[in-house]
């Protein structure tokens, strides 16, 4: 998506370019599928929010329409085996069965001591954020077993966290876990609005204006810098060129062989950027069922399947409960059959929302963590210490190489948006280079 | 290394072996220089100890001796700006200058805890060590933040574990640390003895054995798996075999292209596996003059050049000093000038020893986070969680692909001793394959 952004900001501009895809598809974390009833779910990335312009500006331009989310009703809670449904946001206003009003209290002080952190930090450059190295040296675990006893307060944090980044609080330096929330907080509403058909519409769109400027199946293997170029290896064919974006996740632009070799802290930057662990699910039923129950199809869960959203067209025809498993559950479930998965995931969304969910029309897998040419999602993880450490040499261009892909974004890293503006960003660094 | 001793395994016992690597050379992190007086130094991994039976019988096969490291002597300690000198083991038996006899204590007892934490590790499946998911959900640092308040005993493990790994405590799982330190504990001297003509010329001998088997300048860029065998290929031309040993570090494993894709927990992991950042020096002199000084030429410092080491064959003649700058600090030099950084490093040495290190006859710098098929040095640090999220993935042979390479080895991993055994063991698994 970001490397289509730029490439279609250079072509309005009069530029020729020629776009290397590995896969036989193009739209990476943006990806859509049918389902019955002319519904689409989004196998990857879905929601937008309203403070997105660029995202929403794209899609504008490519006639593509969008709507609210379905957020009346009520979420259901599932905390240590005990079932509940709450009104409003979360973490909730009362006591829930397992949860007494002072462990609720707690949970909304941690939570705002969270946010008041990524309040702090500097949005461009986290790594010069306020007591940074202190941060960055630790795991989202570790600052929530000091900053509360609570085990209800550390699971609030700790879903949201799984949730955003697809990662375990324990994988996660904390500093880039407050850089996250500041690149897209929540006050910004960023799961306010669904595509009309889809996200994954988005980019096919795109390469329909691009044409033949689009080469699929063309991994590439080598970039070699000189002086007046750049020459790309894909396969056995070589593409010459002024400048390359590179706009794929760091750790497979770390796997591309650079003559010479890129400078020593993005070779080494590229090492320590994994991406997380998300399967994404789709249950689809011939209504939204759940409306009618007062419910509003999200869930908040300690179990495999840390949340589910209400995924179905404002009709509610066909109903599209997706639901998401991530960090170590993804990893571990990656063991097990497709078919036991199955079995898994349907049993506790079952446990969430009763037998009316038993048995889906369809049942949608998408194992990001199997996609070679993405290899998880949704998007790059930074480990303890990478940001102070690398930061700055993170999105640094090397002489005619660029760097897109979401992840290259200050603002809305890992969203659409942030997508959109890398590729933006790296089109005009190109046609401001000498 | 790893690979060289798995084909020379494999050739011992009649099998056709051909060795690809990327490099114009042989032995990746086994490289040697000549220096004046007939001297050699070791660019890389230099010491054995008397426990690691693998690489002492490989070298005696080869006719390569070895001698005991020089241990006469003080070593040096310059810590927060003031400097001293110690007899014996670090940390030291009484007050420095900068540290009271309460500071000592402290320094004692939680290094003591640190080593009886690591004698709790399993160390074939450290993830299987009791509260492992608790130490892997955090760095080195934050253990050290609760375990004393002492910044004297927070620095000299957090030295250990800069000088271990070449990384920062910060970026550095404390499951990890303590496994590593279990898989090569200080108890067996793994830094007793040094190799005459340096360990360089291990991997070179082995080269003169297995001939015309060795392609160089072949990096792997793809990997197919078929029924029968594997298709391997490198540049323009592929290798047909029955197995293949992927005797690489982890994340160049991973920027290989695999048909069919790799299960996803491995993929993941080599997402996970980054290699530490080392810069070692080496300042060589016509004589080790600080010998006659009462010196080890052993110095602890708080400064970048966080270690150093008489490194001069048992003569004396020529005189050499290595040291070691890593993690952060490392990354930090890579932006300044080979001068630059020179300057510097010689400086911090002329403080630890004196005037006499100012004009060193020759000065070697080796920026390892510069070499592009290795990545860094001196081996692959885990970030938190990686162990118990992807700990059996990491070795699991996949069909006809066994991984090698010293990051492979349960026990002595980062050592010689790791990649000798991860070779046997590679090679024998294939032997005994269907």
């Not at 002319?38 to 794209?58: H, V």
Request: hydrophobic share 40%; glycine share 10%.
């Amino acid at each position: 998506m970001s490397g289509l952004c730029s490439a279609r900001e250079l072509v309005q501009l009069g530029k020729d370019v020629v776009i290397l895809e590995a896969r036989d598809r193009v739209g990476g974390r943006m990806l859509r599928k049918s389902v019955i009833d002319g519904g689409w779910i989004d196998l990857g990335g879905q929601w937008i929010g309203p403070t997105q312009a660029n995202i929403l500006s794209l899609a504008k331009s490519l006639g593509v329409k969008y709507f609210d989310s379905y957020d009346a009703g009520r979420t259901v809670i599932s905390y240590r085996g005990a079932l509940t449904t709450i009104d409003g946001p979360f973490p909730p206003d009362a006591a829930i069965p397992t949860v007494t009003t002072d462990g609720i209290d707690e949970a909304h002080r941690v939570w705002e001591r969270f946010r008041s952190l990524a309040a702090t930090v500097n949005v461009e450059r986290p790594w010069l954020t306020t007591d940074s190295a202190d941060f960055d040296a630790q795991t989202v675990t570790s600052w929530l077993a000091t900053a509360t006893n609570s085990d209800f307060a550390r699971f609030c944090v700790s879903n949201w966290v799984l949730n955003q980044e697809g990662a375990d609080p324990g994988a996660t330096s904390m500093l880039f876990a407050i850089a996250s929330y500041a690149a897209g907080p929540d006050e910004d509403e960023p799961e306010h609005s669904l595509f009309d058909g889809a996200a994954g519409q988005i980019p096919e769109r795109i390469a329909e204006e691009l044409g033949d400027r689009i080469v699929l199946g063309k991994p590439v293997t080598r970039i070699t810098q000189q002086a007046d170029g750049v020459t790309v290896a894909a396969g056995d064919q070589e593409y010459c060129a002024e400048f390359v974006i590179v706009a794929v996740p760091p750790h497979l632009a770390g796997a591309i062989d650079y003559y010479p070799p890129l400078p020593a802290p993005r070779m080494q930057f590229t090492q320590r950027a994994p991406m997380g662990s998300v399967i994404k699910y789709a249950a689809v039923y011939p209504t939204a069922w759940w409306r009618a129950k007062g419910l509003s199809g999200a869930s908040i869960s300690d179990g495999d399947v840390l949340l589910t959203a209400d995924s179905s067209p404002p009709s509610g025809i066909p109903g599209i409960l997706t639901g998401f498993v991530a960090g170590a559950a993804a990893v571990r479930l990656t063991y097990q059959s497709e078919n036991a998965r199955r079995h898994h995931v349907v049993s506790e969304i079952v446990t969430y929302f009763g037998e009316d969910a038993r048995h889906p029309v369809e049942f949608i897998e998408m194992n990001w963590l199997g996609e070679k040419w993405t290899g998880g999602a949704y998007n790059a993880v930074l480990a303890p210490n990478t940001l102070t450490t690398y930061g700055p040499a993170m999105t640094e261009p090397v002489g005619r190489i660029h760097w897109a892909g979401t992840e290259m974004s200050a603002k809305w890293t890992g969203y659409f948006e942030g997508a959109v503006l890398a590729g933006y960003t790296a089109a005009h660094a190109v046609l401001g280079s000498p």
